[in-house]
T-cell receptor, first 115, second 114 residues
Framework: AQTVTQSQPEMSVQEAETVTLSCTYD???????LFWYKQPPSRQMILVIR??????QNATENRFSVNFQKAAKSFSLKISDSQLGDTAMYFC????????????FGKGTKLSVKP | DAGITQSPRHKVTETGTPVTLRCHQT?????MYWYRQDPGHGLRLIHY???????DKGEVSDGYSVSRSKTEDFLLTLESATSSQTSVYFC?????????????FGPGTRLTVL
């Protein structure tokens, strides 16, 4: 069974600085997808970024980028130029290729951006 | 916004009563999912659907049933609610028609079972 581990329950960062959230996963699959979701206080789950395991290039979306280390089974999220609106819970998630789309989530990291 | 609504948004009920949560989508996407979110557990899959009348169990399906009689609606039923089912429930859809595509989530339903 696949598992996703987020080892940092809480983190904080100063506005405009850079922060990295960690995520590791355990799988024997070679075909899979990885995601980061953001959940602000409004509780809405918002997709941040997606990575296909077969792609060596790290995904980026504006200020958000990932460091995907397939051999190490690591998928960290880097937030550059942190903004107050980035304050949220961040969840890492895994999806096996060829599955029915079952997402497996980590327990989340609570990020606070301080002015 | 993937056109997903959930109803009700909040519900308080008593142990032993039946509860039905509704997920409605406006764009005829094939794949729909129900998750629950609890402190310390992240989100966990309850049931999912890959078409009308086609459903299957997820990780935490005990005590829940689902139905999908129309493409746009996916219902989650707690036949006899228990306090352990107090949670926030999220519906999700895959928007491209490929099962391994990104899932987009509804706004959630907070359910309290007293």
């Amino acid at each position: 069974a696949q598992t996703v581990t987020q080892s940092q329950p809480e983190m904080s960062v100063q506005e405009a600085e850079t922060v990295t959230l960690s995520c590791t996963y355990d799988t024997s699959e070679s075909n899979y997808y990885l995601f980061w979701y953001k959940q602000p206080p409004s509780r809405q789950m918002i997709l941040v970024i997606r990575q296909e395991a077969y792609k060596q290039q790290n995904a980026t979306e504006n200020r958000f980028s990932v460091n995907f280390q397939k051999a190490a089974k690591s998928f960290s999220l880097k937030i550059s130029d942190s903004q107050l609106g980035d304050t949220a819970m961040y969840f890492c998630a895994f999806m096996k290729g060829g599955s029915q789309g079952n997402l497996i989530f980590g327990k989340g990291t609570k990020l606070s951006v301080k002015p | 916004d993937a056109g997903i609504t959930q109803s009700p948004r909040h519900k308080v009920t008593e142990t032993g009563t039946p509860v039905t949560l509704r997920c409605h989508q406006t764009e005829n996407h094939r794949y729909m999912y129900w998750y629950r979110q609890d402190p310390g557990h992240g989100l966990r899959l309850i049931h999912y659907s890959y078409g009308v009348k086609d459903t299957d169990k997820g990780e935490v399906s005990d005590g829940y049933s689902v139905s999908r009689s129309k493409t746009e609606d996916f219902l989650l039923t707690l036949e006899s609610a228990t306090s352990s089912q107090t949670s926030v429930y999220f519906c999700a859809i895959s928007v491209s028609g490929r099962v391994t595509d990104t899932q987009y989530f509804g706004p959630g339903t907070r359910l309290t079972v007293l």
